[in-house]
Structures are given as structure tokens and as C-alpha cells.
């Protein structure tokens, strides 16, 4: 049986570069899946594809697992086929939306990190956290998707990064390592709650008057991001775990 057979394509949800996303229904059960086609320039980078292999080490929750995969040599494209989370990325959500107050940002934080941690404990970078590799579904959880930069601790990213959510360091010198998502995931949670919101609260905090105002949530959560913002990798939480401890506390 042919995979036109089996799955009906319903419409392309993306369009990217170099790879397209359709939501497609099996016949039989009526079952969604996103369908995800990767063009590659040469048979050489089908060789080096390591997606799934990545996501297929890990097992989350949250995280997507890869029902079916196969490469089509003559096109020089790798095919893999997941479960349709049914919600929307954050990219899309933000423009809809709007920014989220804070107690949303804190529990989307808290999802992420965990989420983060989980992979940095397998030694996986992601190195490619922003706003539209995560899908918030309709029970309000978050998904991490697209693994397509991820690669081991260490190891060269090989793909071309987003400049707006990729650390300094990550731009320069391709190097996968833990801070670099914990810089991108500070970027994201700055572009959820509002640069605005962040660079008051940022001057309340830097003014004198600071002592006087009262340490709460959104000062808190506003100093975490500040310091997964820090230029200087050093300075950084080293890996979500570190992240996730501050997180915690912050509701102490
Ligand atoms: N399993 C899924 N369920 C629902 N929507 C999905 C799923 N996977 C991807 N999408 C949608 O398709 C979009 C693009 O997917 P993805 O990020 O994996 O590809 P891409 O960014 O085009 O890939 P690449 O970075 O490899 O070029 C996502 O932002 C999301 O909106
Ligand atoms: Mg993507």
C-alpha cells in the first residue's frame, strides 16, 4: 500500500526554507500527522540527517516522537511523519494575542525548563528555541518541536541559525552548547512577556527605588530572563537545570 493510500493531505501548515509541513489524515482511523519533508542540496546531507535519531532518543511528554520515517533518494528529501499537536506555534499565538501576562510567562517558563532539562540531561542542545519551534496545544501545554539544528554537547550545529532567539557565542563559533539554549529560551520569554514590561521593571531594578519595591513575581522572573540574556556565557545559568532551580524558588 502506498502512503497516498493510507494518509489523505488536508493543507500545508508551513512553508520553511528548505522544508514543508502538512497536516495529513489516515484513512483508516482518522488519525492527524504532521507530515515533514526536508529537501537536501546533495545525497551527501541525507546522510548526515539526524533529526530523527535525536528526537527518537529522547522520550518526553512534550516532545514529539517520529512515527514513520524514510528518505526519497531520487528527490533527495528525508520524510518524517508525527502526531499533529492541534493548538498553534507561539509565533502565531504573539501576533493573535499579544503579550502574556506574568503568571502565564512564569508556568511557560517552568514548561520549557523542564522540558530543556530533560534534553541537556540526554547531552542534547536544541539550538534552535524560539517562538515558532513551540506549539501551545489546545490543553494550554507547550511542545518543543523541530530538533532539525539539535545536535550532541559539543558538536558543530549544522544548520543556519535564527538570528533573532541564537546566542552570540552559538552565531560565531556553531558550537552546541547548554547556555546557548538557556540564552535562547531568555529571548523567548523576553518576546512573550514584552520588551517593554522587561525594560521598566529592568530600570525599577537598577534605580535606587528598588529597595523599596517589593520583590515580587514579576521581578523575579524578570531578573531570571535577564541573566539567560547575559553576553557573557559565564554569567549565564550553565544548563536549564541550573535555570529551573531559580524558577522554583521564585514561588517560595
Ligand atoms: N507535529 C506537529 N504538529 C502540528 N504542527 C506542527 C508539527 N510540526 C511542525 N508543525 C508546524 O509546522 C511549523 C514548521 O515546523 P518545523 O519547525 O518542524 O519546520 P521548519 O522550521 O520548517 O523546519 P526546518 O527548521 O527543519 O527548516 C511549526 O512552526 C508548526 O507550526
Ligand atoms: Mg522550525
Known amino acids: 500500500m502506498s502512503l497516498t493510500d493510507k494518509y489523505k493531505v488536508i493543507q500545508r501548515i508551513s512553508h520553511g526554507e528548505i522544508s514543508k509541513v502538512y497536516l495529513v489524515v489516515d484513512?483508516?482511523?482518522?488519525?492527524?500527522?504532521?507530515f515533514k519533508v526536508v529537501n537536501f542540496s546533495s545525497a551527501d546531507d541525507v546522510k548526515n540527517f539526524e533529526e530523527v535519531e535525536i528526537l527518537n532518543s529522547l522520550d518526553y511528554v512534550s516532545l514529539p516522537k517520529v512515527k514513520l520515517f524514510?528518505?526519497?533518494y531520487q528527490h533527495n528529501r528525508a520524510?518524517?511523519?508525527?502526531p499533529y499537536i492541534d493548538g498553534e506555534n507561539l509565533d502565531i499565538y504573539l501576533q493573535r494575542n499579544g503579550c502574556v501576562d506574568i503568571s502565564t510567562a512564569y508556568q511557560w517558563f517552568c514548561q520549557l525548563a523542564n522540558m530543556l532539562r530533560y534534553i541537556h540531561m540526554r547531552n542534547i542542545v536544541h539550538c534552535d528555541i524560539k517562538l515558532a519551534n513551540v506549539i501551545l496545544d489546545r490543553?494550554?501545554?507547550?511542545?518543543?518541536?523541530d530538533f532539525s539544528s539539535a545536535c550532541h554537547e559539543g558538536a558543530i550545529t549544522k544548520k543556519v541559525l535564527t538570528v533573532e532567539f541564537a546566542a552570540p557565542e552559538l552565531m560565531t563559533e556553531r558550537k552546541a552548547?547548554?547556555?546557548s539554549d538557556v540564552?535562547?529560551?531568555g529571548k523567548l520569554?523576553?518576546?512573550?512577556?514584552?520588551e517593554d514590561v522587561y525594560c521598566n521593571i529592568i530600570n525599577k531594578i537598577d534605580s535606587e527605588s528598588f529597595y523599596d519595591i517589593e520583590l515580587n513575581l514579576q521581578i523575579k522572573v524578570v531578573k531570571?530572563?535577564?541573566r539567560c540574556l547575559m553576553q557573557d556565557p559565564i554569567q549565564r545559568y550553565q544548563k536549564a537545570s541550573d535555570l529551573l532551580v531559580d524558577l522554583l524558588e521564585a514561588v517560595e
Open 79 to 82: 520524510c518524517m511523519l508525527m
Open 177 to 179: 552548547r547548554y547556555y
Open 70 to 72: 524514510f528518505v526519497d
Open 189 to 194: 520569554m523576553l518576546a512573550l512577556i514584552g
Open 27 to 34: 484513512n483508516k482511523t482518522s488519525a492527524k500527522y504532521a
Open 224 to 226: 531570571i530572563i535577564r
Open 183 to 185: 540564552y535562547s529560551l
Open 139 to 145: 490543553n494550554q501545554k507547550l511542545w518543543l518541536i
